[in-house]
């Protein structure tokens, strides 16, 4: 259950930040993976 509150937390993280990056002029893409990665991370790191 923690897992897939995990993977849900990541999809709405990952959508909004996408979002923000595509109006802002960023790499959306770029920004959307390293915000992945970042949270890959910390669920690493939690077990």
């Known amino acids: 259950m923690k897992?897939?509150?995990f993977?849900?937390?990541a999809i709405l993280v990952i959508a909004s930040t996408y979002d923000y990056a595509r109006s802002?002029?960023?790499y959306p893409l770029v920004v959307a993976?390293?915000?992945l990665a970042?949270?890959?991370l910390v669920m690493k790191?939690?077990?």
Do not use: E
């Open 3 to 5: 897992h897939f509150l």
């Open 7 to 9: 993977l849900i937390l």
């Open 24 to 26: 802002s002029g960023h």
């Open 33 to 35: 993976v390293g915000v």
């Open 38 to 40: 970042t949270l890959h």
């Open 45 to 47: 790191s939690i077990k």
